[in-house]
Nanobody, 123 residues
């Protein structure tokens, strides 16, 4: 599956952004969609994940209550609504897709990746 991420930009602390990830297909073979981020000098880390079939979601602790992952089945698109942004949220954000059923939280478990979109939060 091909993924196209968009929506990054520069925002002040406390602001909001919505990232979008358009997938070329939605099928059971790519059932898990995830958002990851990678800050300079840091490893890529999971931010949130969702399962197409039943909308089960996962959030990493630092974003709980601030970020929301959602999807539009008709558009084969997954969103990441980010609110109350902090400077430490600054990173390149990637969407990814994984075949199978179980939620996974490590980059190596994902089969397809979007190109990344930069989010910069100023203090």
């Amino acid at each position: 599956v091909q993924l196209q991420a968009s929506g990054g930009g520069l925002v002040q602390a406390g602001g909001s952004l919505r990232l979008s990830c358009a997938a070329s297909e939605r099928s059971f073979s790519s059932n898990i969609m995830g958002w990851f981020r990678q800050a300079p000098g840091q490893d890529r880390e999971i931010v949130a994940a969702t399962r197409w079939s039943d909308s089960v979601t996962y959030y990493t602790d630092p974003v709980k209550g601030r970020f929301t992952i959602s999807r539009d089945n008709a558009k084969n698109t997954v969103y990441l609504q980010m609110s109350s942004l902090k400077p430490e949220d600054t990173a390149v954000y990637y969407c990814a897709a994984r075949r199978g059923y179980g939620l996974q939280y490590v980059p190596s478990a994902y089969d397809s990746w979007g190109q990344g979109t930069l989010v910069t939060v100023s203090s």
